[in-house]
């Protein structure tokens, strides 16, 4: 695929370069700032734009710029890229869009099998959480009731947790080494202990709304 990056870190930049030229893409640009990468999409076909959330110009200029992007070239997938998974930056993202869009620490796609695999998801239409942010989302913050969350059984738990990811029902099947049939009971089961209405097959729709759930737990819990 055609990969465009905007990272103001040197040796960061040119790493993803190896990565990518390493996993058989075409990077079609490389530049250090949000403005530089607006003007390189408006001008050049790209499958992806790699994006680092705190580059200039301003203090969360990937965020700003994955905006433009997105509304720009609504078909563009993105990949937003921190030292940090915080959950301020995942409700940012989400509002930028919940389809074609991936949000990763830097240190996990250091390797081109988990940089390749979460290019091919963006690609294929998915959102792409990082695993320790949809993890802690998931876990009751200590000290507090966990309310319908406790109502879980463990399995629903591990579920939910690569639910939350954006993991499809074949690949959360794999993971956990249980059929997809198994998947989908336990999805609907969750969608009921919740109370989250809408299509659970319906994939962006149900991440979102888990995520949307987990977060207002931890808001008002």
């Given at each position: 695929m055609?990969?465009a990056i905007?990272e103001?870190?040197?040796?960061?930049r040119?790493?993803?370069v190896?990565?990518l030229?390493?996993?058989?893409?075409?990077?079609v640009?490389?530049?250090?700032?949000?403005d530089?990468?607006?003007?390189l999409?408006?001008?050049?076909?790209?499958?992806?734009a790699?994006?680092?959330?705190?580059m200039?110009?301003e203090?969360d200029?990937?965020l700003?710029t994955a905006?433009?992007?997105r509304?720009?070239?609504?078909?563009?997938?993105?990949?937003?890229?921190?030292h940090?998974?915080?959950t301020?930056y995942?409700?940012r993202?989400?509002?930028?869009?919940?389809?074609r869009?991936?949000y990763r620490l830097?240190e996990?796609v250091?390797?081109?099998?988990?940089l390749?695999?979460?290019l091919?998801r963006i690609?294929?239409?998915?959102i792409?959480i990082e695993?320790v942010l949809?993890?802690r989302?998931v876990?009751n913050p200590?000290?507090?009731?966990?309310?319908a969350?406790?109502?879980l059984?463990?399995?629903?738990?591990?579920?939910l947790?690569?639910?939350?990811?954006?993991?499809?029902?074949?690949a959360i099947?794999?993971?956990?080494f249980?059929?997809?049939?198994?998947?989908?009971?336990?999805?609907?089961?969750?969608?009921?202990?919740?109370?989250?209405s809408?299509?659970?097959?319906v994939h962006?729709?149900?991440?979102?709304?888990v995520?949307?759930?987990?977060?207002?737990?931890?808001?008002?819990?």
């Amino acid at each position: 695929m055609r990969v465009a990056i905007a990272e103001d870190g040197a040796l960061f930049r040119e790493g993803l370069v190896l990565l990518l030229e390493a996993a058989g893409h075409e990077v079609v640009g490389c530049v250090p700032d949000g403005d530089r990468l607006l003007a390189l999409v408006a001008t050049e076909p790209v499958d992806v734009a790699i994006l680092d959330i705190r580059m200039p110009p301003e203090p969360d200029g990937g965020l700003v710029t994955a905006e433009r992007v997105r509304a720009m070239k609504p078909d563009t997938g993105i990949l937003l890229l921190s030292h940090y998974a915080e959950t301020h930056y995942l409700m940012r993202v989400l509002e930028i869009g919940t389809e074609r869009i991936g949000y990763r620490l830097k240190e996990r796609v250091a390797g081109v099998q988990v940089l390749d695999d979460t290019l091919n998801r963006i690609t294929d239409g998915e959102i792409v959480i990082e695993p320790v942010l949809a993890k802690r989302l998931v876990q009751n913050p200590a000290g507090r009731d966990g309310g319908a969350l406790d109502a879980l059984t463990e399995r629903e738990l591990d579920v939910l947790r690569l639910m939350a990811e954006g993991r499809t029902n074949n690949a959360i099947a794999a993971e956990l080494f249980i059929s997809v049939k198994a998947v989908e009971k336990n999805i609907a089961a969750i969608f009921t202990k919740l109370d989250l209405s809408g299509d659970p097959s319906v994939h962006h729709r149900r991440v979102l709304a888990v995520l949307a759930y987990l977060q207002a737990r931890r808001i008002d819990g």
